[in-house]
């Protein structure tokens, strides 16, 4: 199968375009990075950027720089469970020292207050974790329960409900579905608590088996979930509400993402599918608590963060309980009509040093380099990946922006495997919970770098924002929607192309 060229580098929704559709903005405003600190591209650096990205007129071998999956700060892999919790491989002594106690703060396990140990309370009265660990284990993916009596999981289910057509929505963004938190549980069901509360929910699922037939004999077990909010703790949910369940991502290359440039991201956003392929691809924009203005959305599963400092801040409101700057409640996600969760002691101070240092952590969590890329399976499985469509989506590589400083992030191609849109992934996939630009159906490409390492990193192979997907052959079958011609695909190609597909998507 021929690798197909990428997309030219223009942009088929204009970026004024896009800025026109904020509700407030004029045309002459535009989605710009002020999350960072961008030297601007000269057109020679342009001219570089396009040709490093572009596939080589010879592919029947490994690419130029692929095995460096993030850049300069790839690290060697590692067949240990610390393959994800690396440092960037390009940082200074000073920006490592910081990353060391950015650790200690990601791992560190929050007490309620008031306390001896200061700088340590502030969690809860409702919290999924006490330690931002306890989710992303170690640095890598979370997984569902295992049995109805599996409180080991790294799993929640977010909330919310329709709001009435009428209701004016502060900020709001011409095609953002308006939905509303859950009048007494918020955005977010919290399944433990600090004594003297009630938790306000146990996740209960059950899955159905679904056999799906392949070509050359074989079979594959699909499992598909129902999720049910048992033992409420304040009373039955609003009758409209929406649930979502989500499992924590891999932290890898996080840093990265966020430095990729808005325009190159846009450049393959194909809404109206001008081109005809069958994939549109949606930017997801989002309201910037921090900057007051509208930035596209790049973490989470639907990308309803612009940064990452904004979705760690998020993180430890909703997550862990504990205020900061952006999300100043001392309760945290508790609502209104949870007043003894509201009236509880909290940690009085908005929580900014361990934030920024989280942050940090987080955007320079090193990428292990690729595995096998010369293997005759796996050159052979990336071609079938590219000849099937799986590239229409998962876009291979970028150039970040350069960046002033020495931002550890400036200037390198990266690999992530991802176009960091939004794309109907099906009904098979659909949550049917809209949030922000995104519908109930659509996802943010999901990044594939460091994939194959998942069973080192976490001790499972548990894929998708649910964890239903138990191999990478299951999340592959499970793509529909705009996904819907690759994997049937997969479906169809003769069993040794299927396995090499899945050889390529582990030496990733």
Known sequence: MPVPKPKPYRTLIPIVAIASICAGMTAAQTLRDIHLDVIPRTEAERARVETVTAPPEDISGAWPFEENSGGAQTVRPRDTSDAF????????FEQELDFRVGNGMFRRIWVSAPASTIASDGLGPLYNARSCQRCHLKDGRGHPPEGPQDTAVSMFL??????????????????????????????????????????????????????????????????????????????????????????????????????????????????????????????QIVWSALHDRP???????????????EQTASAFVGDIGISNPIHTAGSGECTDVQTDCTAALDGSDAEQVGLDLVTFYSQTLAVPARRGVDDPEVLRGREVFFGSGCASCHRPNYVTHRLAGNDPASFQLIWPYSDMLLHDMGEGLSDNRPEGRASGGEWRTAPLWGIGLTETVAGHTYFLHDGRARSLLEAVLWHGGEAKAARDNVVEMPPTDRAALIRFLESL
């Open 295 to 309: 930035m596209l959305g790049r973490f989470g599963h639907k990308a309803g963060n612009p940064s990452v400092l």
């Open 85 to 92: 919790s690396q440092p960037a491989a390009n940082l200074t």
């Open 158 to 283: 977010r909330l919310s409900i329709p709001a009435p057509d009428s209701e004016e929505i502060e900020h709001y963004i011409a095609g953002t579905h308006a939905t509303a938190p859950e009048p007494t549980y918020g955005t977010q069901l919290q399944d433990f608590s600090l004594p003297g509360h009630a938790p306000e929910y146990r996740l209960h699922i059950e899955y159905e088996d679904v056999e799906v037939p392949l070509s050359g004999g074989e079979t594959a077990t699909l499992r598909r979930p129902s999720y049910t909010a048992a033992d409420l703790g304040y009373g039955p949910l609003h009758p409209d509400t929406m649930l979502s369940p989500r499992v924590a991502p891999q932290m890898i290359g996080m840093g990265l993402l966020e430095a990729i440039p808005t325009e190159d991201i846009l450049a393959w956003s194909d809404p109206q599918d001008i081109n005809g392929d069958g994939i549109s691809g949606n930017p």
